[in-house]
């Protein structure tokens, strides 16, 4: 048995419902979600890359279910024809974090693909401008731009609603971090 099975096994079994429910904040939709997680999955695993631990391996799959959610890149047909091999017949549902946030997902859909990218992975995530830039592969000011326009919709979704923070977001105390419990 190669290294990477148990690690795989683990990040499936351990952390599976945290991908799927980051996934969900992308895509609104569960079995977009579940579809994008198991594309990353088997991208991750079927390259030659040095996975020596989970959290490393949780972190290449969240940074290839980002890339693949705002490059359009979703193979639902490779993704079904390889879900055995990745869960159990048996493996308890998934959902524990994504059936929690119909309401952010609601709110999220009406922002563009890179907008929802930078709002989840700058609020949901808590990663700072230059780390959530790192993740994009863009520029931090490309990110501050993404978040602006995202919050000027958002405003428009949901009124006053959302803090008028200087730049509309304040990091910690917006309606999508109170909503989805992050601080």
């Not at 020596?52 to 290449?60: K, L, N, R």
């Not at 290839?64 to 079904?80: D, E, K, L």
């Not at 200087?166 to 601080?183: E, H, K, L, N």
């Amino acid at each position: 048995m190669r290294a990477w099975h148990g690690i795989l096994d683990t990040l499936i079994r351990e952390r599976r419902g945290a991908l799927v429910g980051f996934a969900f904040m992308l895509t609104g939709d569960r079995p977009t979600a579940e579809d994008l997680v198991h594309d990353a999955i088997i991208r991750t695993f079927s390259r030659a890359r040095r996975l020596d631990d989970v959290p490393s391996a949780e972190a290449y799959v969240r940074r290839a279910i980002t890339t693949q959610f705002i490059n359009g890149r979703r193979s639902r047909a490779t993704a079904r024809a390889k879900q055995h091999l990745l869960v159990p017949r048996d493996a308890p549902p998934a959902d524990a974090h994504a059936g929690e946030a119909d309401e952010v997902a609601r709110v999220l859909r009406v922002l563009t693909p890179r907008q929802r990218a930078c709002v989840v992975l700058r609020y949901l995530e808590d990663l700072s401008i230059d780390q959530t830039a790192e993740r994009l592969s863009v520029t931090s000011g490309a990110v501050k731009r993404h978040v602006h326009d995202a919050m000027q919709r958002l405003r428009g979704e949901l009124g006053g609603m959302v803090d008028d923070a200087p730049d509309g977001f304040d990091g910690r105390t917006t309606v999508i971090a109170r909503r989805s419990g992050a601080r």
